[in-house]
């Protein structure tokens, strides 16, 4: 019952997918507006599919249904609840549903909120392309990523269960999904993007609108990636939680070109520069998630959080080269329109400042890319097999990333057009000095390397600048309790939020120690003022695996419990870390080895890592800033109609939006 539901509910998606494609673009070929209101129904039917096949494989993996070749191949009766039903997304197959599912509630909600313009073309335009790429991930479910495939023989009585490594931890069922809201949601203003592009409305009035919808996205974008570093931190037992992986690499990428983005927009709207560089973001950003779908599904990298190798890869790479294509072919197309109206007059003013900004985020988003590819090129080119480390990561990063960080600092304060010496010196002398004490406090207690100082001074001088700029608009905001509402102030908590995980980041990767110690039961070891003391393994036996659990005794206190998990199907063991957090460092435990026969001895890790804990609490100030600015402001919403940019004038001090 469960096939035949699934594969009825994705032939129904794909079938209301390609109707409403057709339906839309009769409705605009003859300027019907009964068709085009009628094409945007097909939506709700497009949800209703993705809604059935996710119902379906779901209760599949509930009732255990192992006639399902995904089921079979992926669940187990002894696998807990919470991870029977992330069992959803924890392969190939599921995750293609999962993102059709997403894509099919974003195109819903984008036919709820343009309702009343349904007859305009361009949100008809959006919508077809909406439409196709569902259609596109609907092709995929029917075809070679079926999750409703049969098993072929007799059914099973049991499974493996998902990769251990994803039943591990309850932070596998939020990471992926909001990684997906991220990753999907840059659907829509990519549809916008190429609608305008199509119907040659290249003013401003479709940005604004859509503008919202790339805020959100970003924002599940960088809580996903947050949430994923927090997991590897949790559950590799390595004691890290950023190895530039190539699929860690694949979600970072779209965020940085959406943020550089959300960040030039605004020199759009404001002076009506830019327009070209814009579109290009967002078909860059767009293409990004799609070509990390095909770095992460297709089997090409070696990496722990790649799928199995699958037959789907050449279809999303054609898809990724039909994107870029197109989108390339429609901007040249309507290149003479794109020109700017106005130009920069001087760097030192806030456009110039977002250009440099937008410049490195550029440079940041090559390094990566290029790390990533290189070595699947080398090896289609001439056979290689080759590896870029971290290493040349944090080489070219850093010089980036500290730029960054000073612009982050100076480009808020910047009035548009020009500023004057005087208005800078006001404007950064105070937040200057604070950085100053800050680096000259640290160096006095002891803290070397140029890279770290240089990364707390400029994050501490980003953080007073931000912070300066909340505060006047407190004070000039009425009422009072609304005044951190809006886009401009919520930037600025984002802002000092992007600071705490810098300044995190910069001391982890600086500052931290790790040994192994060989130890008896009673034995203990000192690293970095800690003391560790083994008291004893044990064996604890869950219902999908057996652990091999160590008692550590840190400073005299709590006992923690590291250990390594044997899951039924597994040829090796799991480790498991156990993790002391503190405000100001996290003592770190894995168990290397356990005892042997004959042994009691155990080879523990243990890793002190400072400020790590700001990482997760940095994530979750960036998330609150993002919904301060999603938030509504003073300002008068304007229309999708074309709507002309604001004056061009000059401003002595930052006005905050009114709220």
Known sequence: MNAALGTAAVALGLAAAVLGIATLALGLRRGDPRLLKGGQRYVWLVLAGAVLAAAAMELALLTHDFSLQYVASHGSRSTPLLFTITGMWSALEGSILLWGLVLAGYLAFMARHF??????????????????????????????????????GPTPLDGPGPNPLLQNHPLVAFHPPMLYLGYVGFTIPFAFALASLITGRLGEGWLVETRRWTLFAWGFLTVGIILGAWWSYEVLGWGGYWAWDPVENASLLPWITATAYLHSVMVQERRGMLRVWNLSLLVATFSLTILG???????????????????????????????????????????????????????????GAFLANN?????????????????????????????????????????????????????????????????????????????????????????????????????????????????????????????????????????????????????????????????????????????????????????????????VRIDGGQVYAPGLSQFPFATQAIGTPSVKTGLFEDVYLTLVAAPEAGSDTAVIGVRVQPLISWLWTGGGIMAFGTLLAAWPGGRRRRRLTEAPSPPEEAIDEPVPVAT
Not at 308 to 327: C, K, R, W, Y
Not at 426 to 453: I, K
Request: without cysteine; glycine residues 8%.
């Open 359 to 551: 410049l490195a985020f550029a440079a940041f988003a090559f390094v990566v890319l290029l790390g990533t590819v290189f070595p699947l090129i080398a090896e289609a080119v001439n056979g290689d097999r080759l590896s870029v480390g971290a290493p040349y990561f944090n080489r070219m990063t850093a010089p980036i990333g500290l730029t960054l960080l000073f612009l982050m600092a100076v480009a808020p304060v910047l009035p548009w057009r020009k500023a004057s010496t005087e208005v800078l010196h006001r404007r950064l002398a105070l937040p200057a000095w604070v950085a100053t004490a800050v680096v000259v406090a640290l160096v006095a207690a002891g803290v070397r390397g140029l890279s770290a100082l240089l990364a707390f001074g400029l994050g501490t001088f980003a953080a007073a600048t931000a912070t300066r700029q909340l505060a006047l608009s407190v004070r000039a905001s009425r009422p009072r309790r609304r005044a951190l509402l809006g886009r401009s102030n919520g930037g600025m908590v984002v802002h000092i939020g992007v600071v705490v995980v810098a300044v995190a980041f910069a001391a982890s990767s600086s500052f931290s120690e790790g040994h192994e110690y060989r130890l008896s039961p009673g034995q203990s070891a000192t690293l970095s003022g800690h003391t560790v003391t083994y008291l004893g393994t044990q064996t604890v036996q869950h219902a999908n695996r057996k652990v091999a659990q160590a008692r």
């Open 115 to 152: 309702k009343t313009r349904a007859t305009d073309p361009l949100v008809a335009w959006a919508t077809i392309i909406g439409l196709a790429v569902a259609a596109f991930f609907f092709v995929l479910m029917a075809g070679p990523a079926n999750p409703f495939k049969v098993v072929s």
């Open 293 to 351: 779908t095909f770095l992460t599904r297709s089997g090409v990298l070696d990496s722990v959080h790649a799928f199995s190798e699958s037959a789907i890869g050449p279809m999303i790479l054609g898809f990724f080269a039909i994107i870029v294509a197109v989108s390339i072919g429609l901007i040249g197309w309507r290149g003479d329109k794109l020109r700017s109206p106005g130009a920069i007059d001087s760097p030192r003013s806030r456009e």
